[in-house]
């Protein structure tokens, strides 16, 4: 079954206290990318990948830092969270040539 | 990337039938028609997708006219459980020119009893 998977799906977490939010998608897609998710804000993005080792920012990339070592994973890290960072965050893939994308169900964070 | 403008908020009857018109003046030669659907704490689910003229699936249609500077997504007899939120997106296939999907503010639809 075609899956995108974000782990953790919920966290609470104190200011300045790492933290890594996983994606990981079992399609091969080249394509991965990172949104937020604010009421009022819509879906912004934050971090995309277009293939192993290459990432690019998105519209609010401040704040975050992504890796893509592995075609399958697309990590999204915050180095030290911020209360303004409280979101709800999705991970998106596909494929090249393709337009539609696939969402991870979202992980809720929290900073306080 | 084309904008696209759409209405903020429908409202609907279950049992009928729901167009959301979205206007992308901008549209690029190369540029698809991809329409997405939002249920609350829930990532954006793909629902249809064009170049031109009409499209259908089991869900929805898209009607796309000659100019391709609007698209209207028709959603038949809907039912309470089509309350979501509808993005329409603009742009060219995923490839390395870059950020391929941007979401501008949806169409909230809310069906009613």
């Known amino acids: 079954e075609a899956q995108v998977t974000q782990n953790p799906r919920y966290l609470i977490t104190v200011t300045g206290k790492k933290l890594t939010v996983t994606c990981s998608q079992n399609?091969?897609?080249?394509?991965m990318s990172w949104y937020r998710q604010d009421p009022g804000l819509g879906l912004r993005q934050i971090y995309y990948?277009?293939?192993?080792?290459?990432?690019d920012k998105g519209d609010v990339p401040e704040g975050y830092k992504v890796s893509r070592k592995e075609k399958r994973n697309f990590p999204l890290i915050l180095e030290s969270p911020s209360p303004n960072q409280t979101s709800l965050y999705f991970c998106?893939?596909?494929?090249?040539?393709?337009?539609?994308?696939?969402f991870g169900q979202g992980t809720r964070l929290t900073v306080v | 990337l084309a904008k696209t403008t759409q209405p903020i908020s429908m409202d609907s009857y279950e049992g009928q039938e729901v167009n959301i018109t979205c206007s992308h003046n901008?549209?690029?030669?190369?540029?698809?028609i991809t329409w997405y659907q939002q249920f609350p704490s829930q990532g954006p689910r793909f629902i249809i997708q064009g170049y031109k003229t009409k499209v259908t699936n089991e869900v929805a249609s898209l009607f796309i006219p000659a100019d391709r500077k609007s698209s209207t997504l028709s959603l038949p007899r809907v039912s309470l459980s089509d309350t979501a939120v509808y993005y329409c997106?603009?742009?060219?296939?995923?490839?390395?020119?870059?950020?391929?999907?941007?979401f501008g503010g949806g169409t909230r639809l809310m069906v009613k009893p």
């Open positions: 997106l603009v742009g060219d296939t995923i490839n390395n020119a870059g950020n391929m999907l941007t």
């Open positions: 901008n549209i690029a030669t190369n540029d698809y």
């Open positions: 998106a893939t596909g494929a090249a040539l393709r337009t539609e994308a696939f």
């Open positions: 399609m091969n897609h080249e394509y």
């Open positions: 990948s277009m293939n192993v080792e290459v990432t």
